[in-house]
């Protein structure tokens, strides 16, 4: 022992022990302190002795006041690494200073500041047996260096249970590399195998682990292509030279959504699941598992033996278990418990008995499954039945333990030592970051259960299903719950995997479950699930899976932001056939019998669909499609690889091409409708017969995925293709002599978009960089250059080091301006002089993923995250039309060459075809929130002012137009209705009040009697007089004929 514990912090300990007694939970506590020496075994057998569990606290700290300074800076550490850091807060003030050199928790590196960063990071911790691999850990802390001045990427490779995981996290135990070069802190995330939804998820969980100030407290990225933006703008300006870490990569397209020019370490089995990404890369190879010597150390450390008293059958169990930590950590944990078996288990693993049905990779199962095998049948009978219990779980999912205090219907104490048991034998892992302990299972093992009891899961399911109803029969899970959020995301999945589909109808045609759901996680994930169980949904009832659907598609911008909206009133404007519509009227109707208030919609039924036709030709999203010049094809491109090209009158389908290796991006056709061009993330650029699907063209000179391709416009004999790509650069192929004539150089980032003038002199490119660049189409000069970022930073509400990403440019018809999109704005340039024009908030809560000129007009679509796309007038900076139906995100929107069209492709793996006019025509007048109402004779008669400064009366029931005015100038502010409709007023900006008589139709009286904007007006009960008040601060009272006046002044 060494000097006694400083008088302060002594004071400190005895100032909170009530506090620490009352909470902490004294096992995992001592696992640390024992581990970094500061606690005897003996010490620990003191604790456990005692009854309850504050006495237990109580006696741990009475010992920890009998050491040294090491032993409260141990303690220290554990609460933190625990998620006690309200209770590690009290004690912060009290921490003794200690020189690092003589530091017990700074041996090895792993410093209190290192346990502190990898705790709030989520970072694993070391295995219940773990062995040091530093020729390993230090190649991968070399490749970890290199991206201590750039963005980059490492990637640890190896097969399956060969320790990846554990090497990346033990690496980062590392206090210099920390300090270094990632002093912006390390994020973990476990991605493993995963659908669009189930990303969408760890990029929204990871977004709020990131965004604890709620920087974003308005709503979570309603798809990944806008979280992709977020986590960007949060690794670069809330985290600058943070290390993120994505742990399991099965895929190399999950990658797309975090490749924003981070550093990035992940740990994959595929070596080229990182080739598509942009930046530097850096590889580490762990083909070959654990060496055979440290295979024996890992069994020496489970029996308590020196590796050279390990009997000659450890070699033979060694070369069995084929290098993977996995197995030799299951074999050690049974000779533990059997020391006298190692004939007996190396026998085992030799006859391999258990045989797959189905292997998910190349992988040699048979050495982990053997081990996993006799390890499940040295379980007690119970024990056996728990385990076969966690069959259920999903892939890289934590779960806490309150989960399996349902499952087992016990309490938390009794739940946790069982999970302890499993952890103890290397059967489950667990993950104890905060006070809640979380269990999971590698993806290996839980393949190894799935497989071993195929023919019980659905009982498994249904188990999980019923005790969980059976816990909340009389209420739901609640937000401050531990198992709430496991619930809600899984739920869903278990009835659908026990064949519960009564329950699970009910449970998804539940508005009170949407509420609830869609509240905590936003509305993307119950989407994902009425796609997902369709099937299942429409046995039920096809039309009600459809009502909940397009009610969550279409209220999605709505239903992710904060403050929350009422859903029972979004519910209330759905059509009166909807059941979305019943359940809310029936829930309003309770809820007003108690005081709470609704309105209902009276004429939601005049509202109409106005697209064309819709067209569903592809299996997955639809990235993007295009008209052919004559208007008659579409062709179509998306995430199933393949290229459609089907009748723009009909949708019939005239030709389908398996294009590419990966998604097709783009598509294009040529001027003359002879060839459609693709480009992919396969890094190919093709070009195909547009009638006979015949490939023409092969160009594969991009070193990374090609965003976007265009043909030339004027010369159809030409054969001009221009492509962008992530590799930085815009290249012009020909076509004829198929080769690459230029390449242009200049961008500094990924290239998103690229577009010919429409005289085909000048090409145009955007770029991540935050850069719109203009060239010349023939020399490839770089003729400007406009730096985007520039018009952010002008702006109150951006920073100087802002990042934004330029996603789109198109040219106005006439070659005189372009209009790129970035975040939430248009900006539009003028193309000689450079100066921006005009700059266009389009939206507040959602970004811009698209945007396109119409030819021969003044209006911009712009394709939004929140599902619709918008049509904005230029010249007037005001929106004309508002399109919605698509039931995801809109990828793309495109005009036909006249303009008379406009397609928006989606996520929802529909292309929605439109006619520009009557868009614009439906929405061509908009109805200004200055309005009158009176409501006579049960009608609802609306006076309202419109966009084309007229007073509208309108029949509220029916939408019909009884009456408006002519144009008025200036602007109208205000306007009202006499209560026997016989008469309207208006008062605009310039201090005008004018009356009209609605049975003539003609204006009775105009009189400028205020000297500024007339801000309200009101007739009395008898339509004789008039009142009006104004920003000069009078009031005005007027006989409606006769125009006597009374003038009353107010001062503020």
Known sequence: MGIKMDLNARSYLLQNCKSLERDIKTSYIMDHMIADEALTLQDEETVKAQTTQRERAAMLLKIILTKDNYAYISFYNALLHEGYKDLAALLQDGIPIISPQNGKNSTDGVTSYVKTVLCEGGVPQRPVVFVTRPELTKTIQQKLYRLKND?????????????????????????????????????????????????????????MRLDQDFTFLQRPPLNTEEAKDRLRWLMLRKYPRSLLVLDDIWDSWVLKA????????????????????????????????LSHDKALEILSLFVNMEIMELPEKANSIVRECKGSPLVVSLIGALLRDFPNRWDYYHK?????????????????????????????????????????????????????????????????????????????????????????????????????????????????????????????????????????????????????????????????????????????????????????????????????????????????????????????QLGLCQPENSEVYRQAKLQAQQE?????????????????????????????????????????????CGSDKTLQIFKAESGEKLLEVKAHDDEVLCCAFSADDKFVATCSV???????????????????????????????????????????????????????????????????????????????KYV?????????????????????????????????EYRDDVEVLVKCCCWSSDGATVVVAAKNKLFLFDVKTSDLLAEILISCHSTIQYCDFCPNS????????????????????????????????????????????????????????????????????????????LFPRNEAIILAIDSLKRLQL???????????????????????????????????????????SLTSGKMVKSRTGHRKAVQHCQFTSDGQTLLSSSDDSTIQVQNCFEWLLVMMQFFS
């Open 151 to 207: 963005s980059g990427w490492v990637i640890v490779y190896g097969m399956a249970g060969c320790g990846k995981s554990v090497l990346a996290a033990e690496a980062l135990r590392d206090h210099s590399l920390l300090k270094d070069c990632f002093p912006g802190g390390v994020h973990w995330v476990s991605v493993g195998k995963q659908d669009k939804s189930g990303l969408l998820m760890k990029l929204q969980n990871l977004c």
């Open 258 to 289: 975090f490749d924003s020019h981070c550093r990035i370490l992940i740990t994959s089995r595929d070596r080229s699941v990182a080739d598509s990404v942009s930046g530097n890369r850096y590889e580490v190879p762990l083909e070959s598992g």
């Open 348 to 568: 085992q693993l030799q006859n391999k008995q258990f045989k797959r049905i189905r292997k998910s990779s190349s992988y040699d199962y048979e050495a982990l499954d053997e081990a996993m095998s006799i390890s499940v049948e040295m379980l007690r009978k119970d024990l056996k039945d728990y385990y076969a219990d966690l069959s259920v779980l999903q892939k890289d999912v934590q779960v806490p333990s309150k989960v399996f205090c349902i499952l087992w219907d016990m309490e938390t104490e009794e739940a946790e030592d069982i999970l302890q048991e499993f952890v103890n034998k290397s059967l489950l892992f667990c993950d104890r970051n905060g006070k809640s302990f979380r269990y999971y299972l590698h993806d290996l093992q839980l393949d190894f259960l799935t497989e071993k009891n195929r023919s019980q899961l659905q009982e498994l399911h249904k188990k999980a299903v019923h005790q969980y109803k059976r816990h909340y029969k009389y209420s739901v899970p609640t937000p401050s719950q531990e198992d709430c959020m496991y619930w809600y995301n899984f739920l869903a999945y278990h009835m659908a995997s026990a064949d519960m589909h009564e329950e699970l109808c009910a449970l998804l045609f539940s508005l009170d479950w949407i509420k609830t759901k869609t509240e905590l996680v936003g509305p993307a994930h119950l989407i994902h699930e009425y796609v997902e169980y369709s099937r299942i949904l429409d046995q039920k009832d096809a039309i009600v899976r459809e009502n909940f659907q397009e009610f969550l598609s279409l209220n999605g911008h709505l239903l992710g932001r904060q403050p929350f909206p009422d859903v029972v």
């Open 592 to 636: 007003c019998a108690t005081g709470s208030f609704y309105v209902e919609w009276m004429n939601k039924q005049s509202m109409k669909n106005i697209y064309r036709l819709v067209v569903r030709p592809h299996t997955d999203a639809v990235y993007h499609a295009c008209f052919s010049q004559d208007k008659q094809r579409i062709a179509s």
């Open 682 to 760: 396969d890094k190919k650029v093709k070009v195909w017969n547009s009638r006979t699907g015949q490939l023409v063209n092969l160009f594969d000179e991009h070193a990374e995925q090609v965003n976007c391709c265009q043909f030339n416009h004027m010369n159809p004999r030409l054969y001009l293709l221009a492509t962008c790509s992530n590799d930085t650069t815009i290249k012009l192929w020909d076509l004829k002599k198929n080769y690459c004539r230029n390449t242009m150089f200049g961008h500094i980032n990924s290239v998103t978009h690229c577009r010919f003038s429409p005289d085909d």
């Open 764 to 796: 145009a490119s955007c770029s991540t960089d935050g850069t719109l660049k203009i060239w010349d189409a023939r020399s490839a000069n770089e003729l400007k250059t406009i730096d985007v970022r520039d018009c952010f930073r002008n702006s109150d």
């Open 858 to 933: 003044q209006m911009v679509a712009v394709a939004l995250s929140h599902y619709s796309v918008e049509i904005w007038d230029i010249e007037t900076y005001s929106k004309t039309a508002d399109c919605r139906g698509h039931m995801s995100w809109v990828h793309s929107v495109t005009f036909s060459v006249d303009g008379s069209l406009f397609l928006t492709s989606s996520d929802d793996q529909t292309i929605r075809i439109w006619e520009t006019n009557k868009v614009c025509k439906s929405s061509a007048v908009v109805l200004k929130r200055e309005i009158d109402v």
């Open 954 to 996: 309108i029949n509220g029931c029916t939408g019909q137009t009884l009456y408006h005015t002519e144009a008025q100038e200036p602007f109208i502010c205000c306007c009202c209705l006499s209560e026997d409709l016989q008469t309207a007023a208006l008062g605009d900006e310039d201090g005008t009040v004018k009356v009209f």
